[in-house]
Antibody, heavy 124, light 109 residues
Framework: EVQLVESGGGLVQPGGSLRLSCAAS????????MNWVRQAPGKGLEWVSY????????YYADSVKGRFTISRDNAENSVYLQMNSLRAEDTAVYYC?????????????????WGQGTLVTVSS | EIVLTQSPGTLSLSPGERATLSCRAS???????LAWYQQKPGQAPRLLIY???SRATGIPDRFSGSGSGTDFTLTISRLEPEDFAVYYC??????????FGQGTKVEIK
């Protein structure tokens, strides 16, 4: 069974930092691309960042570029989101989501599995 | 950036009725890279439809997707009690940023 479990959320002051983790199991993590998607309280979904299976391709939403860093450790079956210079508008539930297409299949992909999310609250 | 606009914002229907949700893109979505997700309160989104019209594994056939280019539709043929939720469209075309619509809430009338 595919499982994605996020952790690392919490309360942080504006300007602070936080590192989110997403632990994957039930599939060959090293061949799948991964994403972070966030949802502010009572709002819709916003794609945040993408990392390819080998970390060779990385993308960010403009709203987080220069402040957030995505990374992965295929030996640990985990993907991370380092968040610096946090702002009130970064307050959200952060989900990790798996791209449906494994390495070797070209093109972009929808997200077939999602974690349950971790809440990040930026407030003084 | 491709902007997705979903309508209506809220759909008030009774169980057994048909629901038709719209998702319009600001520019053509390449290769019909359009998905639909269902989200219930306190839960993660669940994939329903990908490639505009392909049902995900385990999704009942009362859910169907159609459309191409800039206009896409999610239809629920007969609403079951468990279908009352928020629905999001998502374009995953060739270039980031990949975007979501603002959501349509299907509520019990």
């Amino acid at each position: 069974e595919v499982q994605l479990v996020e952790s690392g959320g919490g309360l942080v002051q504006p300007g602070g930092s936080l590192r989110l983790s997403c632990a994957a199991s039930g599939f060959t993590f090293s061949i799948y691309r991964m994403n972070w998607v966030r949802q502010a309280p009572g709002k819709g979904l916003e794609w945040v960042s993408y990392i390819s299976s080998t970390s060779s391709d990385i993308y960010y939403a403009d709203s987080v570029k220069g402040r957030f860093t995505i990374s992965r450790d295929n030996a640990e079956n985990s993907v991370y989101l380092q968040m610096n210079s946090l702002r009130a508008e970064d307050t959200a539930v952060y989900y990790c989501a798996r791209d449906s297409r494994p390495r070797g299949i070209t093109g972009t992909a929808h997200y077939d599995y999602w974690g349950q999310g971790t809440l990040v609250t930026v407030s003084s | 950036e491709i902007v997705l606009t979903q309508s209506p914002g809220t759909l008030s229907l009774s169980p057994g009725e048909r629901a038709t949700l719209s998702c319009r893109a600001s520019q053509s979505v390449s290769s019909s890279y359009l998905a639909w997700y269902q989200q219930k309160p306190g839960q993660a989104p669940r994939l329903l439809i990908y490639g505009a019209s392909s049902r995900a594994t385990g999704i009942p056939d009362r859910f169907s997707g159609s459309g191409s280019g800039t206009d896409f539709t999610l239809t629920i043929s007969r609403l079951e009690p468990e279908d009352f939720a928020v629905y999001y469209c998502h374009q995953y075309g060739s270039s980031p940023p990949w975007t979501f619509g603002q959501g349509t809430k299907v509520e019990i009338k």
